[in-house]
């Protein structure tokens, strides 16, 4: 059985079918054309870029086509990158699908559902129910397959649900210790806080930043769907304003693109709960094909940092 890409080291050979998540054009210092390619199995994605491109090339290696690639991963500023040897487009011959490329969380799409579900129906405040409620409904169906970003973390398939129910756990945790918390209110936060990429971003195949997405962002769109749900459902007071603060503020700082701090216990814990839970399925990753005793290739997205893995690291055990 082949390994996945996300887990081929440095100096090793890769032969296999991989997924182009996204293909860009650019120019090299020499004038030249090529592609910049991410390519992807369920495992994982690695970059790779392919030189001296034709506009034939440019055609046919394009985003949500597959390929067969020979070639090596090799080190680039601290990050695996894979040289292309030989790269061929699929034909029906190869009896491969998109689908079957395509990460995805390692939960159930339905029972991550309900759970969320679970949630909305245990919530005391009528008002913030009933608007938690249907606005869930009006985005479920994307809200079930849709990733929560183009990279860095929850990047696949049902992403950015995974990453809401393991909010949601953590926001149940942390309220027994601090009950001054208002949970109904941190659990609308968090269901609500990233549901407009919906519309931010593309789906799970290439996902890419729609036209709405880069002139007006998830969390400008989703404090409007706040206020027209309201309108819509004919609810009035503090709950629907203090709401749209939590969406406002989770990002906490306007250079990380909130346009407001948060100022209530619930905002800050909100920021906090999402932070931990980006980071940590990010550090789990980049960790996941590091031996204990050996530090990874540096992670951008967390400050450029090259983690160690403990020798003494034991992997969890399944019970």
Do not use: C
Not at 110 to 128: C, G, P, R, S
Not at 197 to 221: C, D, F, W
């Amino acid at each position: 059985m082949r390994k996945g890409i996300h887990h081929h080291k440095v100096g090793e050979s890769v032969d296999a079918y991989l997924l182009i998540k996204t293909g860009k054009k650019g120019i090299a210092s020499n004038g030249k054309p090529f592609l910049n390619l991410q390519l992807t199995d369920k495992t994982g994605e690695l970059e790779a870029k392919l030189w001296g491109i034709s506009s034939e090339d440019e055609a046919t290696f394009v985003s949500g086509s597959i390929v067969h690639i020979q070639g090596e991963v090799q080190d680039f500023r601290g990050m695996r990158q894979l040289k292309i040897k030989t790269i061929r487009p699929t034909t029906g011959m190869d009896q491969v699908k998109p689908d079957d490329f395509l990460p995805s969380a390692p939960r159930n799409k339905d029972e991550m559902l309900e759970e969320v579900t679970q949630y909305i129906f245990d919530m005391k405040n009528a008002k913030i129910q009933r608007l938690t409620r249907h606005l869930f409904k009006k985005h479920q169906k994307e809200f079930a397959v849709s990733p929560a970003a183009t990279k860095n973390h929850h990047e696949f398939v049902s992403g950015l649900l995974y990453h809401v129910v393991s909010m949601l756990q953590l926001s149940k945790n942390i309220a027994s210790l601090y009950p001054t918390l208002d949970t109904d209110l941190l659990y609308a936060g968090v269901i609500l806080h990233d549901m407009a990429k919906v519309r931010e971003l593309s789906g799970p195949m290439g996902t890419q930043y729609t036209t709405p997405g880069k002139l007006i962002g998830h969390i400008s769109m989703m404090v409007t769907e706040i206020d027209e749900a309201a309108k819509e459902l004919a609810i009035e007071g503090e709950e629907v304003l203090v709401l749209q603060h939590m969406v406002l503020s989770h990002h906490s700082k306007g250079e990380w693109g909130s346009p407001k701090p948060p100022l209530i216990r619930e905002a800050e814990m909100l920021h906090m709960i999402d932070n931990i839970d980006a980071k940590m399925n990010m550090m789990d990753r980049v960790l996941d094909r590091v031996i204990p005793g050996e530090f990874s290739e540096r992670a951008f997205a967390l400050e450029n940092r090259s983690f160690y893995k403990p020798t003494f690291h034991e992997p969890p055990i399944d019970l």
